[in-house]
């Protein structure tokens, strides 16, 4: 199985910026797809980013622009800088990954922004 470590959420002013962190318990060049997911209060839980094993990377378009995921193989982490927070960011942020036919899941990271 896939272990997933979060870290690096907390409470920001808006405009400000965190970066969120995923280390996974395998290479990540052995998993599919990575991404990170988040989840409002009464919505249901969204796509943010995703990058697969073979580089290409999706964005939703309200974060496309400010946010960025990323990687580094031999850490075996993947991670997501956030810039220019807006309130509406404001979500507990899950960071998961794809490996053949099952889904991980990271206990998630509340991240609030504050106006």
């Known amino acids: 199985q896939v272990q997933l470590v979060e870290s690096g959420g907390g409470l920001v002013q808006a405009g400000g910026s965190l970066r969120l962190s995923c280390a996974a318990s395998?290479?990540?060049?052995?998993?599919?797809?990575m991404g990170w997911y988040r989840q409002a209060p009464g919505k249901q839980r969204e796509l943010v980013a995703t990058?697969?094993?073979?580089?290409?990377?999706n964005y939703a378009d309200s974060v496309k622009g400010r946010f960025t995921i990323s990687k580094d193989n031999a850490k075996n982490t993947v991670y997501l800088q956030m810039n220019s927070l807006k309130p509406e960011d404001t979500a507990v942020y899950y960071c998961?990954?794809?490996?053949?036919?099952?889904?991980?899941w990271g206990q998630g990271t509340q991240v609030t922004v504050s106006a």
């Open positions: 395998k290479s990540i060049f052995s998993i599919n797809a």
């Open positions: 998961s990954a794809l490996r053949g036919w099952d889904r991980y």
């Open positions: 990058s697969t094993s073979g580089g290409s990377t």
